[in-house]
Nanobody, 126 residues
Framework: QVQLVESGGGLVQAGGSLRLSCAAS????????MAWFRQAPGKERELVATINWNGGSTYYSDSVKGRATISRDITRDTIYLQMNSLKPEDTTVYYC???????????????????WGQGTQVTVSS
């Protein structure tokens, strides 16, 4: 059973930066796609960025492209999301996820991720 723990959220002014972290434990994730999603109240969970098993491939949603960087430390089973030039519309809860069922691929859709973290709140003030 994989556990994911996010950290790094908080309150930041518009234009500022945050670095989110997601540490995995309890199971092997080193062959798995991992991702950051976010979900605003009343809206569907939205993919922010995803990264393949070795960090060699990444994907970003249009809403964060150019402002976010996803990376992973294989030795620590941890992924990161560096977000710059934050906007008030980035305010929401950010979730980390891992797809342990597909090896060496990259997963884009929320239903295909089988483990999720509890989420970390990001609030951007204007």
């Amino acid at each position: 059973q994989v556990q994911l723990v996010e950290s790094g959220g908080g309150l930041v002014q518009a234009g500022g930066s945050l670095r989110l972290s997601c540490a995995a434990s309890g199971g092997a994730v080193n062959e798995s796609s991992m991702a950051w999603f976010r979900q605003a109240p009343g809206k569907e969970r939205e993919l922010v960025a995803t990264i393949n098993w070795n960090g060699g491939s990444t994907y970003y949603s249009d809403s964060v492209k150019g402002r976010a960087t996803i990376s992973r430390d294989i030795t620590r089973d941890t992924i990161y999301l560096q977000m710059n030039s934050l906007k008030p519309e980035d305010t929401t809860v950010y979730y980390c996820a891992v797809d342990t069922r597909i090896h060496f691929g990259m997963t884009y859709y929320a239903p295909e991720y089988d483990y999720w973290g509890q989420g970390t709140q990001v609030t951007v003030s204007s």
